[in-house]
């Protein structure tokens, strides 16, 4: 069973968690609890766990100060972090930190159990890969195969941007792309401008636009295109295309068709003449 301690300065959220989540139904002892940053990282020392849950505003040491410090320590240990301060550096310095999920408050109980079913999950491939490392290492095997099996399925962003992909010439929330990798929205949406260098919107308007002007090229009518790329109405798509491009998506259109042929043209007027 993995082992997990709460962190907060707020005796009712402590409380709370303590009651409202079936620990046990995912498979995780609470071992304890602390209201400051330094007490946390007491506890931490002494009961080793698995997973912390910590408010990032605590008196002593903040959430994220606490973690830069058991990671050091404890660098295999995974982190949830809430707080009621939903601010674009705190959030940064998370994803920085390695955290696995922040959620904001109040606290949910879906939000959190599905945090730590997505936690948990985590810790079990990881624990499984490196249970195959060690058999790998003891038998001295140079082929890797079974540890690259183990390995998690790529990151939450190669998963939403995989997503993005494939439903995105639909009409596509951030919310569902969250939902789908199991993270918070917000959170998704600053992880995801980090890794990729653009936000969530900038991706997807941009493959929406590289398929609109797939689909010109090919003849196919500005109407008909707005709707094959996700834009219920012509003018936002016109709108959008030609912020994109430049141009409007009709003059795209014409202006890619391809000029008259001049030889063949020329040969034209000769028979003409010659008649």
Do not use: C
């Amino acid at each position: 069973m993995l082992k997990a301690v709460v962190f907060d300065d707020e005796y009712i959220v402590l409380e709370g968690l303590k009651v409202m989540i079936d620990w046990a139904g995912f498979g995780i002892e609470l071992a304890g609890t602390a209201g400051d940053g330094k007490s946390a990282l007491n506890l931490v020392r002494e009961l080793a766990p698995d997973l912390v849950l910590t408010d990032i505003r605590m008196p002593g040491m903040d959430g994220l100060e606490l973690i830069e410090k058991i990671a050091e320590e404890r660098p295999d240990t995974a982190f949830i972090v809430f707080s009621g301060f939903n601010e674009f550096e705190y959030v940064k310095r998370a994803i920085h930190l390695g955290v696995a999920d922040y959620l904001e408050k109040p606290i949910t109980i879906e939000s959190i159990g599905k945090a730590l079913g997505k936690v948990v999950r985590q810790l079990e491939k990881q624990r499984e890969a490196y249970l195959i490392k060690e058999q790998w290492e003891r038998s001295r095997r140079e082929e890797s195969g079974q540890a690259e099996q183990a390995e998690p399925k790529g990151s939450p962003v190669e998963q939403a941007r995989a997503y993005i992909d494939r439903h995105g010439m639909r009409d596509l929330t951030l919310q569902e792309v969250a939902d789908h990798v199991g993270l918070n929205a917000a959170y998704l949406s600053v992880l995801f401008k980090e890794t990729m260098g653009e936000s969530y919107i900038k991706y997807l308007t941009r493959i929406r636009m590289e398929r609109a002007k797939t689909l010109l090229l090919k003849g196919m009518k500005v109407g008909d295109v707005s709707e094959k790329v996700g834009y219920h109405t012509y003018r936002h798509f016109s709108e959008i295309f030609k912020k994109y491009t430049g141009i409007p998506p009709g003059q795209y259109k014409e202006s890619s068709r391809p000029e008259p042929d001049s030889a063949a043209m020329s040969a034209g007027e000769s028979k003409r003449d010659e008649r």
